[in-house]
Nanobody, 120 residues
Framework: QVQLVESGGGLVQAGGSLRLSCAAS????????VGWFRQAPGKEREMVTT????????YYADSVKGRFTISRDNAKNTVYLQMNSLKPEDTAVYYC?????????????WGQGTQVTVSS
């Protein structure tokens, strides 16, 4: 079992930055692929970025490539999402999720979400 808790969301002006954190419980966190998803009102949930167990491999959606950076510190059981050059269209609830490798599109575990609002 893995429990995930997101933090770091908030209100920011366009062009600004935020850093989200996802703190995980459980000794086996380093065995999970972790991803950040987001869902805006009236839209489908989108997979934003993922990171492999050892942090070497990452994936970014085209909409955030070059602006967002995912990283992890397995010693701290934490995954980070650095978001720069934020745009109003980045406004959404951001969720951290974890899964066994290869299954991140349908994760086993979800956090409760954190709201990110980007004003124009």
């Amino acid at each position: 079992q893995v429990q995930l808790v997101e933090s770091g969301g908030g209100l920011v002006q366009a062009g600004g930055s935020l850093r989200l954190s996802c703190a995980a419980s459980g000794r086996t966190f380093s065995t999970y692929t972790v991803g950040w998803f987001r869902q805006a009102p009236g839209k489908e949930r989108e997979m934003v970025t993922t990171i492999s167990r050892n942090g070497v491999s990452t994936y970014y959606a085209d909409s955030v490539k070059g602006r967002f950076t995912i990283s992890r510190d397995n010693a701290k059981n934490t995954v980070y999402l650095q978001m720069n050059s934020l745009k109003p269209e980045d406004t959404a609830v951001y969720y951290c999720a974890a899964s066994v490798p290869g299954k991140i599109r349908n994760p086993n575990y979800w956090g409760q979400g954190t709201q990110v609002t980007v004003s124009s």
